[in-house]
């Protein structure tokens, strides 16, 4: 069975909201135990402003089901396999409001760059 493009942008919305919301519950638990719970607060935050947007374009991402599946890995690298979800929606089928759920995604891995660690 062949899945159409209009298929593959949705499941790719659906696994980026999936590697967000991973890669925030990992930020939020490093803000427990890391002793520079403040700055991981900023990036969990970072992470859930990308998250959120998303969601408003696309409401369903959390119902999909994307996330069975997850890469291991640091929440830097959910972060970034988001990002490339997103990056690779196919030209012509991104879903309005694309342009803003990325600039909060890149202001996320800028935040989980240098606090996420291997």
Request: glycine share 8%; aromatic share 4%; no cysteine.
């Amino acid at each position: 069975m062949h899945t159409s493009i209009n298929d593959e942008a949705h499941q790719s919305l659906a696994r980026a909201w999936a590697l967000l919301d991973g890669a925030e519950y990992l930020a939020r638990q490093a803000a427990q135990t890391e002793s520079d719970s403040s700055l991981w607060l900023l990036a969990a935050n970072s992470i859930l402003r990308a998250r959120d947007a998303l969601e408003a374009i696309y409401p369903d991402a959390a119902h999909v089901g994307g996330d069975d599946s997850l890469p291991d890995g640091t929440g830097q690298d959910l972060v970034q396999a988001a990002a490339r979800q997103l990056r690779n929606i196919p030209q012509g089928h991104e879903t309005e409001g694309l342009s803003l759920v990325l600039s909060h995604l890149v202001e996320a891995e800028h935040e989980v760059g240098g606090r996420f660690r291997p």
